[in-house]
């Protein structure tokens, strides 16, 4: 990971943030047991990573990515959700000949299935999958003077899968690390954003599907406690 990366930063960050959480958490440590509450809510905020297919992978660089959603707990840690994501990725300038700006956006609604236990006071571990229909939207300005080029958007579907480490601020608060991993039911090409030209990619490497990463952090509240 080079100091100049935008992860290295975001690592950072996300360092510094936990060091008043950590001593929160600490001081309140005698007054609190176990989250354990029915109903939450959680907003975050990540940086996309690609996976494939290759032509994405080369053409565009991943900015941002947040989402929100809701979850109800059932017993032993276990929970079901829903969820809302939305990334976007910007056209690299500098692996075209021809100068012009673009970007994709995806959105991706979806039903979760999850489990979250705190092992002690402070740190909980969580792992969740989500699955739901997906719409991705692709502009450029060579899709706003050509678009019969290229299809505008896509519908389709998104599996994510997500692991999360938690450090708990308060009884009813909690801030976590995140890790996952999305696959959407579509493949990418250059044609999607109004290229007229297959810049040497393979049809098969193109009709691979797009596989995104990404690295953030996420707020939780709780509501409810149980006794």
């Known amino acids: 990971m080079r100091p100049s990366s935008p992860y290295f930063k975001l690592f950072l960050f996300l360092l510094v943030l936990s060091g008043p959480l950590n001593s929160q958490a600490q001081e309140s440590l005698n007054d609190f047991g176990q989250i354990k ?6 907003v975050d905020l990540a940086l996309p990573g690609i996976l494939s297919n290759q032509a994405f992978k080369d053409l565009m660089q991943g900015v941002v990515q947040s989402g929100a959603g809701y ?30 700006a673009g970007n994709v956006q995806i959105h991706g609604t979806m039903l979760t299935l999850g489990i979250e236990n705190y092992p002690n006071e402070r740190l909980g571990i969580g792992f969740q999958c989500g699955f739901g229909p997906s719409w991705t939207q692709f502009r450029s300005d060579s899709l706003q003077v050509n678009p019969e080029l290229g299809p505008k958007q896509i519908q389709s579907w998104m599996l994510r899968p997500e692991f999360s480490l938690s450090i708990s601020a308060s009884n009813q608060t909690s801030v976590s690390w995140s890790v996952g991993y999305a696959l959407l039911g579509h493949h990418f090409a250059p044609g999607n954003m109004g290229i007229q030209d297959d810049l040497g990619y393979t049809p098969s490497s193109l009709s691979r599907p797009l596989q995104l990463i990404y690295f953030g952090f996420k707020f939780t509240h709780y509501f409810v406690q149980w006794n």
């Open 71 to 100: 979850r109800f707990s059932l017993q032993n840690g276990l929970y079901l959700g829903a969820d809302y994501q939305y990334s976007i990725y910007k056209l690299d300038p500098f692996q075209l000949a021809e100068s012009f």
């Open 37 to 42: 509450a029915k109903h939450s809510y959680h």
